[in-house]
T-cell receptor, first 114, second 113 residues
Framework: AQSVTQLDSHVSVSEGTPVLLRCNYS??????LFWYVQHPNKGLQLLLK??????LVKGINGFEAEFKKSETSFHLTKPSAHMSDAAEYFC????????????FGTGTQLKVEL | SAVISQKPSRDICQRGTSLTIQCQVD?????MFWYRQQPGQSLTLIAT?????????ESGFVIDKFPISRPNLTFSTLTVSNMSPEDSSIYLC??????????FGPGTRLLVL
């Protein structure tokens, strides 16, 4: 079985400050991990993915995530938040690559304040 | 990536009626998925639809309630049958490319009164 826990349902940061969205996973096998973003009234957009290559993964819009097997974590970070980053972020795990069944975390709502 | 469109983008329906949602992809794909996102919640997989075979439903979802068609490699439909207010959700389709990454459509926002 596989599961994902997003530790914070809401995160609020000031524009220009770092962003940290936390995600822990549980998987019996080597997982593939993804971060998706959902802006209000829009579809899901893939931010980045980890599929057993480099543990530090760089995505779009300056986001990156580090796969830490010892901590079973895949936290999402960005050095400097922008107002346009305000959205819902989902951490997602897949056992056999994203092509198959995805299990979504409960989501983290990111708020960016001036 | 893939370009995925869904119709309708939103609808308001009366309880007891049915709504068919269409999903169109700009390239041929083997696997398509349908998800539900209830208000304020995360995404839950309803079923996997492969062309030429019956859809595979997840626990808690049945074919009588959510019949799915997959007539070719670029198109699928999901019907929400005999709707109740509890069916009010965003319904999203997704496709797999290169067996690794799923790309999602924009979603269909359904409100059942």
């Amino acid at each position: 079985a596989q599961s994902v826990t997003q530790l914070d349902s809401h995160v609020s940061v000031s524009e220009g400050t770092p962003v940290l969205l936390r995600c822990n996973y549980s998987s019996s096998y080597s997982p593939s991990l993804f971060w998706y973003v959902q802006h209000p009234n829009k579809g899901l957009q893939l931010l980045l993915k980890y599929t057993s290559a480099a543990t530090l993964v760089k995505g779009i819009n300056g986001f990156e995530a580090e796969f830490k097997k010892s901590e079973t974590s895949f936290h999402l970070t960005k050095p400097s938040a922008h107002m346009s980053d305000a959205a819902e972020y989902f951490c997602v795990v897949s056992l056999t690559g994203g092509g198959n069944k995805l299990t979504f975390g409960t989501g983290t709502q990111l708020k960016v304040e001036l | 990536s893939a370009v995925i469109s869904q119709k309708p983008s939103r609808d308001i329906c009366q309880r007891g009626t049915s709504l068919t949602i269409q999903c169109q992809v700009d390239s041929q794909v083997t696997m398509m998925f349908w998800y539900r996102q209830q208000p304020g919640q995360s995404l839950t997989l309803i079923a996997t639809a492969n062309q030429g075979s019956e859809a595979t439903y997840e626990s808690g979802f049945v074919i009588d309630k959510f019949p799915i068609s997959r007539p070719n490699l670029t198109f699928s439909t999901l019907t929400v049958s005999n709707m109740s207010p509890e069916d009010s959700s965003i319904y999203l389709c997704s496709v797999t490319l290169n067996q690794e990454t799923q790309y999602f459509g924009p979603g269909t926002r359904l409100l059942v009164l």
